[in-house]
Structures are given as C-alpha cells and as structure tokens.
C-alpha cells in the first residue's frame, strides 16, 4: 500500500493532476487557487510533467485557451476561484455545449462585494447553472482522489462533459494533511490515455461551435441536460471502480450516522468534518436522534439518492455557504426541497445560511441550528431560510 | 525558404478551402478576403474564429462553409482559443498523439469590434506569449453583425448605428482609427502587415510569409463591407482599390521591426475619392473632408517616416 505523505491539499491536487498526465493546464493566478498552479508550472519546468502551461492574462482566456486544447485533442486542467470563476461564467457556458471535458478545481471563495479573499460557496453557485458536472471534497485526500477520477469521468465517451472539484479556500486548499498517494503504474492502469471524440484535425474537418437556428437550439439543450443528467451513473460507476482498486469509496451522497435519525442535518464540503463532530456530540453526550447527510454531488443533482438518504427523517436542516439573492431560500435548501416537494412523508425542511465570506461555523453553530430546526418543524413555521450567527 | 513572390492569378491554388453558398451578403470583401486567405493557406490549418458576420453566416448548423478545421468559442476571446489549439497540437505532436505530424498553421480571425475593442485582452496575451499563429482581423470598421455599430476601428466622419451624424452633431464618428497594426507591432512580434483582397497576390503572399514565420503574425485585412458602408455590392473590390491609392488604408508590412511599403503609388489620389462613393460619408462638408485629407497626409507622413528608417537601417 502507498505510503501516507503530509502535504499541503494544493500541493496534492496539483500531483494528481500530474499522475493524471495533463496536456496542457492555462490558468490565472487568484487567491486560494495560486499553490495549485504555482507547483504545477514548477512540474512542468522540472520536467516531472509533459505538458503545455500556458500563463494567460486572464481567466476569461484561461477558459477559452482550455477550449482550444481540448477540442485540439489534450487532456486539459484548469483551476480558479471566485471573481476569476465569474469572469469565466460566459466561456464556462460553452465548454459542455462543446463536449469538452476540462477539469478544472475551483478554490472556493466568496464573491465581491465586499471583496473577500476567503472562503464560502457563492462562486460555483454563480456557475450552478452553466453545465458543468460539479463535485464537492471534504478533505485532502478527497480532493486528491477526486481530481483523479474526474478525468476518467469527464473523457467518459458516456459523458464528454467539463467537471470542476470544488475545495473549500484556506480550509482545505491552504492545510497540511496527510494523504495516500496512488503509484503512478496503478493511475496510469485507472486513468487510461484521453482519447477525443472528435478533435480538431485538418485530415478529419469539422466545424465546432457553430449557430444555433431555433429549428436546432432547443434540442441541442436538451440533449446537453440529457446528457448531463446521465452523467450521474458514469459517476457512481467511476467512483466503484476506484473504491475497489484503492479502497476508497465515494457516493454521490453520502450519510453519516444517519440511519432512523429523527432530524438530519444536509451539508457540502469541507465543513462536513465539523458537522460530523456535532453529530458526535449530539448522539454520544446528549442521546438524540440527529444524522448528518452530505452531498458530494452537487451537478447533477442527485435527487434519488438525496430522496433515499432524507426518507423517513421528520425535520432535515440545510446549510447553505452562499445566498442566492430574492430567492426563497439558500441554493442548496431550494434544490432539496423541489426534490421532496409532494414526497409522501418527506420531513420538514429547515434553510440556514452561515460560514459566509470565511466566518467559522462552529460545532456550537451546527447544534444550535439542529435546535432551531427541531422547534421550527414543531411548530411547522413558514420560513425562507435563517441566518445564523449574523449580527442584525 | 520558398520563393514567396509567386503569386500570379495562373498560379493561384485552384482549390477551395471555404465552399460557395454562405450566407454573406452581395459584394461582400470579407469572405472574398477570407476566400483567399483559405486558398493560401490549403489544407492543413486549423482555424478560431470569433462571433461576427464572418462566423454567422459561414456555420449556420447544420450548414458549415469550412472544409478545413474551425472552432468559434465566443466574440472576444479568438486569440485565447487559438493560443490552446497552438498549444496542444504542438504537445501532442511532441508526444506523438496528434493524428496528423505535418506542420499545421493555426489562425485566428476576427472582425475589427472582435479585435480592436472586446478582444484587445486576448490578442495581446496571446501575442506577447509568443505562440505561432497567425491573426487575422477583417476590419469592416464597424460591428457589422449586429447592426452597423461603432467601434474603435471606424473612422473619423463615418456614421454608423451609434455614431450617427445629426443636427445637434454634424460629425459622426469623432474619435480616429485606433491603430491596431502598431499596437500589434509594439509586442515586437516577427510579422505585421495590412493587407487587402483588393490586392489578392499581396494578401496572398502576405499570409504566406506569415505562416511561415515562425512565432505570432498579425495581419490587419481591410474588408469593404456594401451593407455597412452603403454603397453598391459591386464597388466593393474598387473602394478597396481607391483606399490603397488614396493612402486611406497603406500597404505595408513590418517584418522584424523593420518597415516596408508592399504597393506604392507615383500619385495618390484625394480622399474624396474614396468617401463620395459611401453614404457613411455622405453627410460630411467640404471642410470635413479636408479634415480628413489632413489627418490622411499626415498619417501616411508618419509611416512613410518608418519605412524610410527601416531601409536606412537595413542599408
Ligand atoms: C460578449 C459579447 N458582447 C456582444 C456580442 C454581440 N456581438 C456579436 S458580433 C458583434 C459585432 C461584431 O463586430 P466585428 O467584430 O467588427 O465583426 P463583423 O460582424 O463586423 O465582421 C457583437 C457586438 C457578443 N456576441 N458577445
Ligand atoms: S454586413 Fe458586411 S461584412 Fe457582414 S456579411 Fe454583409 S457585407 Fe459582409
Ligand atoms: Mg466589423
């Protein structure tokens, strides 16, 4: 078995994509994202990786320099966060309509204004909608297993589609963990070499990217969401595949001590490690009935299996890192309660916004919002979403 | 090096590389332009082009004009496509993974708003990163896709969708050409020229040398457009003529910083020539235009300066 490395989570994500043999990586430097791709472009001057690294002047052309590679036929990586993420949102739209499957790690932070380097959710719920296939980690080794298998799912001839692993800034893209690395040999036999659908070729001629009458536009969205949404099972599959190689096995989402809990808590990323604590604590000091459901997946949503994880709760908390501004409630909180919406039995569904722009949230925050969960499904109150730990 | 002075109608390539039936209007230079470009360029290039005229009305799916490679990605970012086409056939060639191990030429191309305005960010990176391509812009010195509107492209006096003369403003455009052919020149790149389908053999020959140079070329290709320029379809190629031999729009290339004129002119004809056929121009009195005939003089002057400089130097 490989042996345990402590390393910074940047550093580990930035050798996966290496093991992985990227062609080619464009990228613009942005805080939390920066160690990524400084250690990158350092493998690529030490020649440890074989790759084109092309210094952009923006993220705007990052993301377009990533389309000109993919459709040239590389295995491409990219990672931003934040304002580099919505100066992309444009080009981020066009890549799954093009088919190309770019990786891309966004270094989670919140959006200006207020400018704010650290960490919350509003950037890749800005890009919710634009066709990514969007993957949350928890921890390092997550992060570095993930950037490994996003490969093999994204250049799925099944899928074809652009992913982006989404790691908390600072909190897990700046912390030393320990992490398992893969030997190359067994990456190499996991991870086979990118082979293009199509590609831009001057011996095969196609045309990419061309106009959309209104005779042609609405079927081509909806094979894109078609495809999207079947992408999921490629996701499992790929998942399974890699927890029966290396021992480490993924959902798309997964429960912690969730079974016949009365009230269950819904999170994503890497504050799931301290909601698990809570969950710790609420179960072994204080003997109640509350689990913890994360979602790993979050495009496309995985509605069946959320559906599975929640059934039989009586009240399930969401927490929400970004607001999603008019709306009814936290992005997350919106999703899952379409899901339930007209479920049989599905519990009561309470929406929380908190850690926004790097605020902690604390084992002490997670069990005040399972109480104010609890009393507000007692009293079934009519809500949008609470914030918790705001000073009004 | 071939010989790159061969261009002669009988030895123009007969084959084409951008099929008949588009969707361009009557008289329009910039397919004519593209058409020769694609003539020269052959087979083996890949091209990235921006949205604009030039990409509607050649990909309306499931109809596609290009019978070589082409990407269209969005308006401003050509440059930065064709940066990562660039890239990555030059890695999977070293790797031994592209299909095809011929040279292959890789071309963006732009309309001037794609260009000059919204794409400046993206051809200057691209530029100063040094990758082998060849750009193009089509300058019809305005936006003409969506409606004839200004750009930075369009010249003083012209009136366009949002530089209208009027009675409160007489003018039109008030602002000059910006002068993207020295923007490009100042990332001492290895080849700029301008260059006009109106002079089909210069453009040819112009787009040759590009391609082979090896590093970034810019060409700056001026594409009479009748629709946006109002005028007949049928004087397209002649407006592009008379820009040429009014000092309108120079022939001339920069190779290696070093400036020289491709076609000249014992006589110069007025400027008059050149706007009284357009109804861009129409509005423009005789003052205006002598403006104008001053502010030509004076930019010719100033390249005429540059070559002058060159060949002292190359002396
Ligand atoms: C980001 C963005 N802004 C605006 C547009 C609308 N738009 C499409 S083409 C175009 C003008 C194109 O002008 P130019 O580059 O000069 O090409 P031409 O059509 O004149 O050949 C504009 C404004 C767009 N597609 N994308
Ligand atoms: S509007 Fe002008 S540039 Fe566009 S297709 Fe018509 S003639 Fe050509
Ligand atoms: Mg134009």
Redesign the interface.
């Known amino acids: 078995m490989a042996k345990r490395v402590g390393i910074e989570v940047s550093l580990a994500i930035s050798e996966a994509v290496k093991q992985a043999k990227v062609?080619?990586i464009?990228a613009y430097p942005i805080t939390p994202q920066t160690h990524i791709v400084e250690h990158l472009s350092e493998l690529v001057a030490d020649a440890e990786l074989?790759?084109?690294f092309?210094?952009?002047?923006?993220e705007?052309?990052a993301m377009?320099?990533?389309?000109?590679?993919?459709?040239?036929?590389?295995r491409?990586y990219t990672a931003t966060s934040s304002q580099g993420l919505a100066l992309m949102n444009?080009?981020l739209y066009?890549i799954p309509a093009?088919r190309l499957p770019i990786v891309m790690t966004i270094a989670n932070r919140a959006l200006s204004g207020p400018i704010s380097i650290w960490n919350d959710h509003s950037d890749i719920m800005g890009a919710r909608d634009t066709g990514w296939i969007a993957i949350f980690a928890e921890n390092g080794q997550e992060a570095y297993d993930l950037t490994l298998q996003s490969f093999k799912i994204a250049e799925d001839h099944r899928v074809l589609l652009p992913i982006s692993v989404n790691i908390d800034g600072f909190t897990l893209s700046h912390v030393i963990e320990p992490h398992e690395f893969i030997d190359q040999q067994e990456v190499d036999a996991f991870l086979p070499?990118y082979k293009p659908a199509v590609?831009?070729?001057?011996?095969?001629?196609?045309?990419?990217?061309?106009?959309?009458?209104p005779e042609?536009y609405a079927e081509a969205k909806k094979c894109q969401d078609e495809v999207l949404k079947n992408s999921e099972a490629v996701v499992k599959e790929v998942f399974r595949e890699f927890g029966e190689k290396f021992g480490r096995h993924y959902q798309v989402v997964e429960s912690y001590r969730a079974e016949g809990a009365e009230t269950l808590l819904l999170t994503m990323g890497s504050v799931s490690e301290t909601a698990m604590e809570a969950i710790d604590r609420l179960q072994d000091v204080e003997k109640r009935s509350v689990g913890l459901v994360r979602l790993r997946l979050w495009r496309p949503f995985p509605s069946a299996d959320l559906l599975k994880a929640v059934t039989g709760c009586k009240t399930l908390a969401v927490l929400d890192r970004a607001v999603s501004f008019g709306s009814p409630g936290g992005p997350v909180a919106s999703e899952v309660r379409s899901t339930l919406y007209g479920v049989d039995g599905a519990p009561y569904i309470a929406s929380f916004i908190a850690g926004l722009g790097g605020r902690d949230i604390t084992i002490a925050d997670f069990i005040s919002i399972v109480d104010q969960a609890e009393s507000m499904a007692e009293s079934n109150e009519n809500h949008q979403y609470k914030m918790i730990g705001v000073r009004e | 090096m071939e010989n790159l002075n061969v261009f002669a109608a009988k030895l123009a390539p007969q084959q084409e590389f951008l099929a008949g039936g588009h969707r361009a209007c009557q008289g329009c230079a910039e397919l004519l332009a593209v058409r020769l470009v694609a003539k020269t360029l052959g087979h083996d290039y890949i091209i990235a082009n921006a949205t604009g005229c030039l990409e509607i009305v050649t990909s309306s799916y499931p109809h596609s004009a290009w019978k070589v490679p082409w990407i269209h990605v969005a308006f401003e970012n050509a440059a930065a496509v064709a940066s990562g086409v660039e890239a990555a056939v030059k890695v999977l060639q070293r790797k031994g993974r592209y299909p095809v191990d011929r040279k292959i030429t890789i071309v963006a191309q732009a309309g001037d708003g794609g260009t000059v305005d919204i794409g400046l960010q993206a051809l200057s990176g691209a530029l100063e990163r040094g990758h082998d391509m060849i750009y193009i812009c089509y300058d019809n010195e305005a936006y003409m896709n969506t409606g004839i509107q200004r750009s930075s492209s369009t010249p003083y006096g012209a009136t366009t969708t949002t530089s209208p003369a009027g009675k409160a403003d007489p003018l039109g455009q008030h602002t000059m050409k910006k002068n993207i052919v020295e923007i490009a020149a100042a990332h001492n790149i290895p080849y700029v020229a301008t260059a006009s389908p109106s002079y089909p053999f210069d453009l040819m020959n112009k787009v040759k040398k590009a391609a082979e140079t090896p590093g970034p070329a810019y060409i700056h290709c001026f594409v009479p457009c009748p629709t946006g320029w109002r005028m007949a379809p049928n004087l397209a190629v002649s407006i592009g003529r008379i820009a040429v031999e009014s000092k309108v729009f120079p022939l001339y290339e920069i190779e290696n910083g070093e400036y020289r004129m491709t076609v000249t002119h014992k006589k110069h004809r007025p400027v008059i020539d050149y706007l009284k056929p357009q109804g861009r121009f129409r509005h423009l009195n005789e003052a205006q235009i002598n403006q104008i005939q001053e502010q030509v003089d004076k930019s010719y002057e100033r390249l005429l300066k540059k070559v002058k400089m060159s060949e002292l130097e190359l002396d």
Request: proline letters at 7%; hydrophobic letters at 50%; one cysteine or more.
């Open positions: 062609d080619a464009a074989d790759a084109a092309i210094p952009v002047e923006s705007h052309s377009s320099v990533c389309a000109g590679t993919a459709a040239a036929g590389a491409t444009e080009i066009i093009l070499e590609q831009l070729n001057p011996d095969q001629p196609v045309s990419m990217g061309m106009v959309g009458i042609v």
